[in-house]
């Protein structure tokens, strides 16, 4: 559906994106995971001819964006990060507006767009002007505008930025729903939101992609070498008698490389706590074994969320990374030039 | 071209959905009746050709003033709110957003300016004017109204927001408008080119005689084409960024 060849986009000296080269199938849901200013906001536009890359080669169902950018628009759905309302006019009349926009003829546009409406259960406010919506309300009518031509590819830039935690369970059972009709590729700086929603994630970093598959194996690549905190209780023995024990039976799990003493949130007689570091997923062979030599399991799990093992993965882990990262982007900012505000803030 | 009419339409009809379109038509229009009786010295005794052509002069300055202040929404607005991305981003060339705006602000323009014709009228029926002197100086001012837009446009085009497009399109109206004073401060042949360039000046004065010169109308016609291109390869150069 997607065929991306060493694309590059540069914004006067400063290189935005590449060297990227990607492909993406027919009916996958993608989802871009980077952090901000990682390249994932121009690489979603230049896939929806709002911006043309400075080299390489971008096709769209075979058809390239620079040669062909209108016949490509009309297979794409774009909704950027703040969705294209014209708060002024109803649902109903900006959705058929968009879709006679992507050359919908008129005998069809009304079955489209209540087809969009249904889909994004726009129904209750179709006749409401835009202006007068919620936010959530608001980045539906943006999805809805998005597929109202029934494109092939949809394109969704930060399609839960701002959403409340219900609003957010609901755009991803929308976006769920699109899968089939539709190929879907959405960005998101948030690896939980990515890999809910998503068939494959692509991890981009300073316009690379670092990293490409399923979310299981993203979660198996992120835990590989992390380290696990556990928490035992060992009936009638001192703290230092625990801690002890704990630390023969975790040594002698097959695959775990160290153990050490660690800080216990929970205090009490026999109470110990341990860190442990080895070879993939230990958790379970380590509370099994535990277990089974009568040490009582009170807590037991990863000591990094998914998240900040995210960010080791692109390179941005250890006590100094937050300032470094700071410095970094305070830098780039000072040597690239401004956006106008009608990149709206590309990434 | 269909599409600059969806484009247009849609523009056409969101002026009269906000406070922007009737406010303009109004206050063209009471301003055009104020100087209509003001400054023609209605209760003095004049020759009706001489009021029309008063009228189709003071009606001048409001309908320049309404076109700038019409059109410098209409591109700098959809970047400010970031709507423009749903044109960029949908198979319309640059070509049909610059002439669907400028029909939009044209539209409104053109019917504020046809509202005014009970004032032409109203000689017609108390004094002795001819209608062909009626129907030149209003094609004069919707000309001039559409050089105008054009600018207007324009301006919008180069904007990032409103306020910069109200200023790049006043100065290059004023620009415009005044360059027959130049004109007399410079020596021939220079002066005889200004003169020509004066999109008031020169040019509108035949109209509001009544008078039909095949070359004002060339003029404002080729003067509005040049703008609306301009504003075009604005937007082009703006994907090339």
């Known amino acids: ?347 | 071209m269909s599409v600059a009419f969806l484009i247009a339409r849609r523009e056409f009809s969101s002026y009269f959905r906000s406070w922007i379109g009737p406010v303009l038509v109004a206050g063209t229009l009471l301003v055009d009746g104020l100087l209509f009786y003001w400054l023609n010295g209605l209760d003095q005794k004049r020759l009706s050709g001489e009021v029309l052509q008063q009228f189709f002069y003071n009606a001048s300055g409001p309908t320049m003033i309404a076109a700038i202040l019409l059109t410098i929404r209409v591109l700098a607005e959809e970047r400010q709110t970031g709507t423009m991305i749903l044109l960029s981003t949908s198979p319309v060339k640059d070509r049909d957003i610059v002439i669907g705006k400028f029909l939009a602000a044209y539209g409104v323009l053109a019917l504020t300016t046809l509202l005014s014709v009970y004032m032409p009228a109203w000689l017609f029926v108390h004094g002795k004017v001819a209608v062909g002197h009626i129907v030149v100086g209003y094609a004069g001012l919707l000309l001039l109204g559409a050089a105008l837009t054009a600018v207007g446009v324009f301006g919008s085009a180069l904007a990032s927001s409103q306020v910069v497009a109200l200023v790049v399109s006043a100065v290059l109206a004023a620009v415009f408008v005044l360059l027959w004073m130049v004109a007399k401060a410079t020596e021939p042949p220079l002066n005889q080119y200004l003169g020509a360039l004066a999109v008031h000046h020169e040019n509108f004065r035949p109209f509001m005689q009544g008078i039909l010169q095949p070359s004002g109308v060339v003029f404002y016609l080729v003067f509005t084409y040049a703008f609306l291109f301009a504003s075009v390869k604005v937007l082009e150069a703006r994907r090339w960024q």
């Not at chain 1, 006679?100 to 767009?113: A, D, E, F, I």
């Not at chain 1, 009709?181 to 992609?209: A, F, P, Q, Y």
């Open chain 1, 1 to 347: 559906m997607i065929e991306i060849q060493e694309l590059y986009k540069y914004y006067g000296d400063q290189r935005a994106v590449g060297p990227l080269t990607t492909n993406i199938e027919r009916g996958e849901i993608i989802g871009l995971l980077g952090l901000n200013g990682a390249g994932k906001t121009t690489t979603l536009r230049i896939l929806a001819c709002d911006l043309l890359p400075t080299s390489g080669s971008v096709k769209v169902a075979g058809v390239d964006v620079v040669e062909r950018p209108d016949e490509v628009k009309s297979k794409v759905g774009y909704l950027p990060d703040r969705p294209p309302l014209y708060e002024d006019q109803t649902v109903s009349d900006y959705l058929t507006f968009a879709a006679r926009l992507r050359g919908v003829p008129g005998h069809k546009t009304q079955k489209l767009v209540a087809e969009a409406v249904e889909l994004t259960e726009l129904g209750d406010v179709a006749k409401k002007v835009i202006g007068a919506l919620s936010h959530g309300y608001k980045q539906r009518v943006g999805i809805a505008q998005a597929i109202v031509h029934a494109p092939e590819l949809v394109v969704l830039d930060e399609p839960i930025s701002g959403l409340d935690p219900v609003q957010i369970v609901e755009m991803r059972e929308l976006v769920k729903n699109l899968k089939g009709d539709h190929t879907v590729v959405l960005s998101s700086h948030i690896l939980s939101e990515i890999s809910e929603t998503c068939d494959r994630i692509m991890v981009i970093n300073s316009g690379k992609i670092e990293w490409s598959g399923t979310e299981s194996e993203l979660s198996l690549a992120l835990r590989q070498g992390s380290r696990i905190s556990v928490t035992v209780r060992v009936s009638g023995a001192s703290e230092d008698a625990a801690l002890a024990r704990a630390t023969e039976i975790a040594q002698r799990v097959p695959g775990v490389s160290a153990v050490d003493a660690a800080a216990s949130s929970e205090t009490g007689p026999g109470v110990a706590s341990i860190s442990v570091r080895g070879e993939g997923d230990l958790r379970e062979a380590l509370c099994r074994a535990l277990v089974e030599a009568n040490v009582g399991v009170i807590a037991l799990g990863r000591e990094q969320e998914l998240e900040s093992m995210f960010l080791e993965l692109l390179g941005e882990s250890g006590e100094g990374a937050p300032v470094r990262r700071k410095k970094k982007r305070r830098k780039e900012e000072a040597e690239a030039p401004a956006p106008s505000p009608s990149e709206g803030g590309a990434a």
